[in-house]
């Protein structure tokens, strides 16, 4: 139960962290947003849970690395999204559409 507040808790920080920091600086908010943080508080966990399992360490590692494109996907078309002053949700919309496409591509590839 100490993991999942701790877990909690420091996701949220950076969440809380991000959105603050939109307002003065968008771009450096993004780049945190989108920094190895996330994906080194989730390896770490990964490993303790699973008491450093070197199997599904390096396939959790190959997953992001390729998971990397579809997540690059997502901003681009929110980007051009917003580029065309189209609604957030819209917005959301077609990005997340475009990260489910890529992700099912993503799947089929690490089968």
Do not use: Q
């Not at 909690?8 to 947003?33: D, F």
């Amino acid at each position: 139960m100490y993991h999942t507040i701790l877990k909690v808790a420091v996701s949220l920080s950076i969440i809380l962290l991000c959105t603050w920091l939109a307002r003065k600086t968008p771009s450096t908010a993004g780049l945190i947003a989108v920094m190895p943080l996330t994906g080194a508080l989730v390896l770490f966990w990964t490993y303790i849970e699973n008491k450093g399992d070197k199997e599904i360490m390096e396939g959790f590692s190959r997953g992001a690395v390729w998971g990397i494109l579809p997540t690059m996907l997502f901003f681009i078309v929110a980007m051009i999204c917003f580029r065309k002053n189209l609604a957030l949700p819209v917005t959301a919309l077609c990005s997340f559409a475009a990260w489910l496409a890529a992700a099912a591509v993503h799947r089929l590839i690490l089968k």
